[in-house]
């Protein structure tokens, strides 16, 4: 398998006045093709500064990234809402095509496919303001795949839903993602969503960020998350990366 | 819509309406109050004039010929002020947003010009720019573009990290992010703006014409004084609300219409 990212030793720091913040520290790892990586560690340990860094948004202070293909897209989606509350759903959708000058008829009429699959056709015409936040979410991830992204990097992306919603979104985003066959790199402090996405899960240490466990979920990958979770070996790897990031508090 | 909506609607209506009846009445009743005072001799017109004397006056003016003129001049010299400091504001407010170093190289300036008052600057203008409709325009820009310099940049530093983030991750250009982003977060700000500015804008006018001009309703109130004919110091007076009322009116109507895009 030819890998699509390897990342060699990633390191950076953020200076202010008042000091030097090493946010991560000799960070390496490598993803193969539509993989799903899930990154977990304690807030404010770095994890959003990889990203960042990924999809170029922060320079980096050192170590290296390989991409395995030319002029690579990467999709980001955020943490919070960010869906522009003055544009309308298609809008929306349609903002990172526009931004990049790749809006056409063909990629317009994509977008707006994605949009009828994952059951928002009918509202296709609303602003942001009359969804719920289970939609604005699948909003943003439709706003994020219309650029056709060889990676796409979720950052605590259902962090600002409740619970059962949470889990409803997680089961609609994988189902997305594997449709779609994208190659994900999540970041999450939630360890059961980590588990119950992904078929890599990382586990970093504090501050620094750099890299504590690594583990291969052998889960059903035709199974929904809210259905893995309810298997045994999830709790098995639970307790385990539980017992990871507990020593590190 | 159900009975119970139904009721809710009509309480709000009904609501709403009384609250504007209200505003009327007391309107109404101070004008009736002024000129039964005046009729029976309670105050003395001739420092108080009257609503009737008002309406005299106005006429006179009318017959005159000079009426219109001096409303126009007035909205003429706001106009132009109006947009002037409203696009000079905004201009020099994305400049700053666009370059933080000029930002926090003209900030304790603008901290110093806001709190300066402006007619302190009077005599000098009138000596620069001459005692003329220039000296006035410029009055009214030093007051109107400070203050939309300073809100706007405020507007535009606010907006969302997460959005620019956003913005960022498209590798959106600085250009997309502010025609894309930053102004169209700040809609309800700029709306704002042009509302302060109307009245930012006729105050100074209205400074500069009690300076320096030969006409206008400063100019009208000013003479009034002047002569101490207080009939056209409050004829000038009411027609200046006037004023300020029909064009605040225009400013929310457009604001309806374009915010509804938004
Ligand atoms: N732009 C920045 N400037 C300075 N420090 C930052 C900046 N962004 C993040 N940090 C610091 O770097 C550390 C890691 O932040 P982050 O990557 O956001 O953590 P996480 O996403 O894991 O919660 C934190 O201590 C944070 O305060
Ligand atoms: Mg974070």
Known sequence: ??????????????????????????????????????????????????????????????????????????????QNDTLLPWLSVLDNALLGLKIQGNLTKETKKRTIEL????GLGDFIHCYPNELSGGMRQRVALIRTLAIDPDILLLDEAFSSLDYQTRLEVSNDVYQIIKKENKTTIMVTHDIGEAISMADTVIVLSKRPAQIKNVYNIELNEDELPSSKRTHKDFNRYYKMIWEDLDINV | ???????????????KRSILITQISILFLFIILWELASHFKLINTFLTSSPSLVIKNIIFLYNDGTLFNHIFITTYETIISFFLGTLIGLLIASIMWWNDFIAKVINPYLTVLNSLPKVALGPILIIWAGANMNSIIIMALLISVIITIINAYHGFSSVDENRIKLFKSFKATKWQIFTHLIIPS??????????????????GVIMGELLVSKEGLGYLIMYGSQVFNLNLVMTGIILLCLLSIIIYYIIVRIEKKFIKFF
């Open chain 1, 1 to 78: 398998m030819k890998e699509l990212l390897k990342i060699n030793k990633l390191s950076k720091k953020y200076h202010t006045m008042k000091g030097e913040i090493e946010a991560v520290k000799d960070f390496s790892f490598a993803a193969g093709n539509s993989s799903f990586i899930a990154i977990v560690g304690p807030s404010g340990c770095g994890k959003s500064t990889i990203l960042s860094i990924l999809c170029g948004i922060e320079k980096k202070s050192g170590g290296k990234i390989y991409f395995g293909k030319k002029d690579i897209t990467i999709g980001y989606m955020l």
């Open chain 1, 115 to 118: 949009i009828k699959t994952y």
């Open chain 2, 1 to 15: 819509m159900s009975e119970e909506h139904k009721l809710y609607i009509k309480k709000v209506k009904r609501k």
């Open chain 2, 186 to 203: 700040n809609i309800n700000t700029i709306f704002n703006i042009l509302k302060i500015n109307v009245s930012m804008s006729l105050i």
